[in-house]
Structure formats: C-alpha cells, structure tokens
C-alpha cells in the first residue's frame, strides 16, 4: 500500500491510498478519529487505509504534503554510504553520524525548495528514508523491522557553506523549505526487502547520484538500535539514512541548485519525489 498526505481542493488537509495517478482521500472516513496519517500511525490503525473508503481525485488536484506532515522527530543521518564516505576522503565512522531537521524546512513533492538569500551554495541529498510505526526505547537490533510503518524519499537539500561554518551540520541543515519528502510511505509489504531498491537523484533530468540502498555502511536495523539508545522513537518519526556518492559540492566543479533547476529523487518501489527550485524572497 502507498499511503500519501496532501491538502485537498478547499484547503482540509487529509491523507489517503495513492493508486497510480488517484488518490483514495481515507481521510473523509477516519480523519474524525485520526486526523493526520502520524495520529494513524500512533494508533496502530494503518491497516484501516486499506479498506477505506473515500472519493478519489486526480493527484493533480491535491497539494502534497510532506508524508507525515509534523513529525515529531526528523533524525538525519550523515556519511552512510560506503561510496560518499569515500568520495569525501574520510574514513568510515565508528558510529553513525546524526544530526536533525526541524518540520519547517521540509516541503511536500511538487512543492518547490527555496535557496536562501544568504548562499548560493544550495546541494540535493537523495536519501532513502524510513518511517517509525511502533515507538520503542532500546529496540534490540533484531526487531528493528518490527517497528518500521514503511519507507518514503527524502532530499536532505543542503546550505554547503553554512553547513561548514562549524563541526555541526545543523546550520546548514534547516533553512526554511530547502528539504522535501514523499510522494507516499510504501508499507513493508509492499517495498519487500529495503537493501535493494535503487535509487536515483536527477538534476534538470540528469542523473547525479545511482546507487543500490543496500550500500549502507549502518543498516536500518543499526540505526533504529542505535538512534533508540538515545532517543525514545514515536510513531511518525522519520529516519533519513544518509546520501550516496555524486552530491553537487564534491564535483568537478561543483554543481549546486538554482532557480528554475528541477530536483527529482526516485526510488524503485516508492516513486519519484520531484521539487522545482526558487530564491527566496
């Protein structure tokens, strides 16, 4: 199943089955219990989608939203794929890396990303990116998957030069709408096994980054045992695992986004998370 969040014609925002190019608004039945697909999650109620009933509209006459909309948590993972560690001459790190995005600086698919005023130095950051179903503490390495509601696309956009001011990523992390996520969370069954999806992020439809998600130095399972040692993990809660090889700022030369540039992060099984960009005004 493919579930989606989005804003319906009239301005109610709901969630609903992306079927093709429709989606099956489940909200209209269930959004007087669950008004959101994180409320959803945190009831345990996922399997209600699947029988829904709702009107179904063109995804065209919906705005998308981010797939959870306010999450609680967006916890952001740095240098996982064997192939960026080594593209960025460092050494594979002794545990993960992780830093957070707050909710504002992440659009929905279709929404455009904004390059701040302040730099012009604006990267794409294809991720593959899992969503929390069941909360947990100490998840054992060995459940991990138990408490996973499905995966969705994720662009980590990145501020490179803020992003170096200092040894924290945060800066550069979190401008205002430089991120997105979506189209759609795809429940395990669905996707089957999460190592092997491909996953490809274009510019102006030219492929920059292509990569198997199975190139991961952390796999899902060590990163909910380990972001779990730290941190309780909620339902709706996002985990991105990081970004292969091809990002803009490790170019020859660099290539960064610009107004007018189209963004696109596919991911077989999940879809294509397409973002225009602006300039902030």
């Not at 669950?34 to 063109?58: E, Q, V």
């Not at 050494?91 to 909710?103: A, C, L, M, V």
């Not at 994720?154 to 979506?182: C, P």
Request: include cysteine; hydrophobic fraction near 35%.
């Amino acid at each position: 199943m493919k579930i989606s969040s989005y804003v319906l014609p009239g301005g109610t925002e709901s969630y609903g089955r992306l079927e093709g190019d429709t989606v099956v608004d489940a909200g209209t039945t269930l959004r007087g219990t669950y008004p959101d697909l994180r409320a959803l999650l945190a009831g345990d109620a996922i399997h209600r989608l699947a029988s829904a009933d709702g009107p179904s509209l063109p995804v065209s006459d919906v705005t998308m939203l981010p797939t959870i909309p306010k999450p609680d948590k967006i916890v952001c993972i740095g240098l996982n794929y064997l192939g960026h560690i080594k593209e960025t001459g460092r050494d594979r790190p002794e545990y993960p890396s992780i830093f957070t995005r707050y909710p504002s600086s992440v659009v929905g698919h279709g929404a455009p990303l904004v390059r701040p005023k302040v730099s012009q130095n604006f990267d794409f950051e294809g991720e593959f990116t899992v969503v929390i179903g069941k909360p947990g503490r100490h998840i054992a390495r060995d459940r991990a998957y138990d408490h996973v509601a499905g995966y969705t696309c994720f662009n980590d956009g990145s501020i490179r030069d803020y992003q170096r001011h200092t040894t924290q990523f945060w800066g550069g992390k979190n401008f205002w709408q430089s991120g997105s996520m979506g189209p759609c969370l795809v429940t395990p069954d669905e996707l089957g096994d999460p190592t092997e999806p491909r996953m490809v992020t274009r510019l102006n439809g030219e492929i920059m980054q292509d990569t198997s998600v199975g190139d991961l130095a952390f796999d899902i399972p060590d990163l909910i045992a380990y972001v779990s040692t730290i941190i309780d993990l909620a339902p709706g809660d996002i985990i991105a695992t990081g970004t292969p090889s091809g990002v803009g700022n490790f170019r020859d030369p660099k290539v960064f986004m610009k107004p007018g540039d189209t963004i696109e992060v596919e991911i077989d099984g999940i879809g294509t998370l397409s973002n225009p960009i602006i300039d902030e005004t």
